[in-house]
């Protein structure tokens, strides 16, 4: 169609050269920073932890998918660089399914850390039940099944396409606007709006238990997970909003970068894609600065530290229904450690503290 072998931005358009040195830049930080740190993260728990709590296997599963991501910016790179994709249309749909698969698995993710936390919050005996290791791995492949799946459009949808100025580009290919619509509704309802509408109620949730009950530690609960979730909050929020933006452009029956509205939100999506690269960097350097003093004790074994078992994990393998490792001093302490988990769930017999 006429409309997308002209709409992608070519090259000698105004401020597609800052734009594109812009995202070269955002991606090689990614790149430089994700790749190391998550394959530090995956390295640490599959090799130094002998007994992986629930949340080591979350945490496990989140950089897996980020590293995922990760392997296909040197494909984007060599495209902004060169100007032209060089990679087919194979090329085309696998990157852009992996970095769809990727974002609804760490959507998906972070939405059950927080679900974990709620309900170790509201239901302590309940979450000792379920926090086993075979209902997280029946956990974790349902949520890489739902991502799959959730990423198939992107198959049908990406063409590579010539531009005026002779180059290829990777782009969305839409049979009509309402296709390209639907698409990015789905994407923004499905990879942001309902999952973190999950993850505001059940934060929400939790801070009104601890109030409630005036916790003592309730400042340190689940403070990493927390950062974890604005974290992706912050660099994806950006792109659903632009996606939105066109949604609605679409409905209105509106080509894509059609009038200056739609040229700068086209620039911005590119920016904003590059940008969204960066929430796949950005957790190791929270496990870093969580980890505190554990740098310095435990050397290159402070992630592992820091993600060892919980107290209900503990107390649940103690009667033989779970997993985990203890830190049985833990809830004797009067503050907690910089060990304590992620997503540490309260024995009920711990009263009124939460780890």
């Known amino acids: 169609m006429a409309m997308n072998t ?21 991606l090689s930080v990614a790149l430089a920073v994700g790749l190391p740190g998550n394959s530090f993260v995956v390295w640490s728990i599959l090799k130094k932890m002998r007994k992986r709590s629930v949340t080591a296997l979350l945490v496990l599963n989140l950089a897996l998918a980020d590293l995922a991501v990760l392997f296909t910016a040197p494909f984007f790179l060599h495209f902004l660089a060169q100007g032209t994709w060089s990679f087919g249309l194979s ?28 309900l170790a919050v ?12 075979a209902i997280a791995r029946r956990v974790l ?14 198959l049908v949808y990406r063409k590579v396409i010539l531009r005026q100025n002779r180059s290829l580009v990777c782009f969305p290919n839409y049979p ?49 997970v927390a950062l974890i979730i604005l974290a992706f909050a912050a660099f994806w929020l950006p792109y659903h909003v632009v996606n939105l933006a066109e949604a609605a452009r679409a409905l209105a029956g509106r080509a894509v970068g059609s009038g200056p509205a739609g040229r700068r939100l086209l620039l911005a999506r590119h920016v904003l894609i590059a940008l969204a690269f960066l929430s796949s960097s950005v957790n190791p350097v929270l496990y870093a600065c969580a980890g505190g003093g554990l740098l310095r004790s435990a050397g290159l074994g402070f992630v592992a530290k820091l993600l060892e078992g919980t107290g209900s994990e503990a107390s649940s393998t103690r009667r033989g229904g779970t ?31 939460l780890k």
């Not at 002209?6 to 955002?26: C, E, R």
């Not at 974002?103 to 936390?117: E, F, K, P, Q």
């Not at 509201?122 to 379920?130: G, I, N, T």
């Open 6 to 26: 002209t709409s992608p931005t070519a090259h000698s358009a105004p401020g597609v050269m800052f734009i594109s040195l812009l995202a070269i830049i955002l």
């Open 323 to 353: 997993l985990g490792q203890t830190v049985r001093g833990a809830a004797a302490s009067p503050e907690p450690g910089p060990a304590e988990s992620l997503t540490a769930a309260p024995s009920p017999h711990e009263g009124s503290e």
């Open 141 to 154: 492949a349902g949520i890489w099944v739902l991502s799959f799946l959730l990423a198939t459009p992107v």
């Open 91 to 118: 090329g085309c749909r696998l990157c852009h399914y992996v970095c769809g698969v990727s974002m609804y698995a760490s959507v998906l993710l972070i939405t059950t850390m927080s679900l974990d936390r709620s």
């Open 176 to 224: 009509t606007e309402g296709h390209r619509a639907f698409h990015l509704l789905f994407e923004a309802i499905t990879g942001f709006l309902l999952p973190f509408l999950a993850v505001v109620a059940s934060y929400s949730d939790i801070w009104r238990r601890l109030q409630s009950r005036r916790f003592r530690r309730s400042r340190r609960t689940g403070r990493l």
């Open 122 to 133: 509201a239901h302590p005996f309940v979450s000792q039940k379920l926090r086993t290791k």
